[in-house]
Nanobody, 117 residues
């Protein structure tokens, strides 16, 4: 079973920055896409950004130019650099890992991000 461990998040200020990271294990599990989703109460979980194992990235329109997703060389960790934060970025951020081979997705436990105005 794949486990995702998230870190980062917490309280940020409008215009400031935060960084999230997510590491999956076991490292040799075939993961093809990793990404971040966010959710606020009463709404569905939404894509923030994702990165494929070839390096291709995809961003929600609301974060383009402000957030950047990247991975480490071992390809078992994904980072989300959150810049120029806005209060509407507040929510619980979940890491997702997808395996095309197993046609399976895995989720982290979520980390709270709160942006004060």
């Amino acid at each position: 079973q794949v486990q995702l461990v998230e870190s980062g998040g917490g309280l940020g200020e409008a215009g400031g920055s935060l960084r999230l990271s997510c590491t999956y294990s076991p490292r040799d599990f075939a993961i093809n896409i990793m990404g971040w989703y966010y959710q606020v109460p009463g709404k569905q979980r939404e894509l923030v950004a994702e990165i494929a194992d070839g390096g291709m990235t995809n961003y929600a329109d609301s974060v383009k130019g402000r957030f950047a997703i990247s991975g480490n060389n071992a390809k078992d960790t994904v980072y989300l650099e959150m810049n120029t934060l806005k209060p509407e970025d507040t929510g619980v951020y979940y890491c997702r890992a997808y395996s095309d081979f197993w046609k399976a997705e895995f989720w982290g436990q979520g980390t709270q991000v709160t942006v004060a105005s």
